[in-house]
């Protein structure tokens, strides 16, 4: 079971440095702060886990690759003793890398290349082609046409 929780935190350690660089880290630090914090652990994880990832956002394309092992590396052995001290079957080290590999999926996703076309007439307005469109606002101006000179 042991080798099987080292997979599982060497997994968890490499979802977690590569979503550092991407829109999902903030999600995906609170849940890896939650967990590396249920046991009371030090509240600075939070602080800490943000520091690891503006020190690899600065890295150089020479240093990062170092650092992201550094990190990873770091990061499973602090995942592997938490789950040994657990209950040792893994269960909630499972539970969050099922939730990184989730907040990764997006990620990967969106490097399709899309087409859009419109076709039809004349458009008087915005269009807005998408698969998934969460959050949108638009103003639109009121203002009368015909009254203009």
């Given at each position: 079971?042991?080798?099987?929780?080292?997979?599982?935190?060497?997994?968890?350690?490499?979802?977690?440095?590569?979503?550092?660089?991407?829109?999902?880290?903030?999600?995906?630090?609170?849940?890896?702060?939650r967990?590396?914090?249920?046991?009371?652990?030090?509240?600075?994880?939070?602080?800490?886990?943000q520091?690891?990832?503006?020190?690899?956002?600065?890295?150089?394309?020479?240093?990062?690759?170092?650092?992201?092992?550094?990190?990873?590396?770091?990061y499973?052995?602090?995942?592997?003793?938490?789950?040994?001290?657990?209950?040792?079957?893994?269960?909630?080290?499972?539970?969050?890398?099922?939730?990184?590999?989730?907040?990764?999926?997006p990620?990967?996703?969106?490097?399709?290349?899309?087409?859009?076309?419109?076709?039809?007439?004349?458009?008087h307005?915005?269009?807005?082609?998408?698969?998934?469109?969460?959050?949108?606002?638009l103003?639109?101006?009121?203002?009368?046409?015909?009254?203009r000179?």
């Amino acid at each position: 079971m042991d080798s099987e929780l080292a997979v599982l935190a060497a997994s968890g350690a490499t979802t977690l440095v590569s979503l550092m660089v991407t829109d999902s880290w903030t999600h995906a630090r609170d849940l890896v702060g939650r967990y590396l914090t249920r046991t009371g652990a030090d509240p600075a994880t939070f602080d800490d886990l943000q520091d690891t990832r503006t020190r690899l956002l600065a890295a150089d394309s020479t240093e990062r690759e170092r650092t992201a092992r550094e990190v990873s590396r770091r990061y499973g052995d602090r995942l592997r003793r938490l789950a040994n001290a657990d209950d040792g079957s893994g269960e909630a080290l499972r539970a969050l890398l099922t939730s990184l590999l989730q907040l990764s999926a997006p990620a990967a996703d969106s490097r399709r290349t899309v087409d859009n076309r419109i076709s039809g007439g004349v458009q008087h307005g915005p269009v807005v082609q998408s698969g998934t469109v969460t959050g949108l606002t638009l103003h639109v101006d009121h203002v009368d046409r015909t009254d203009r000179q």
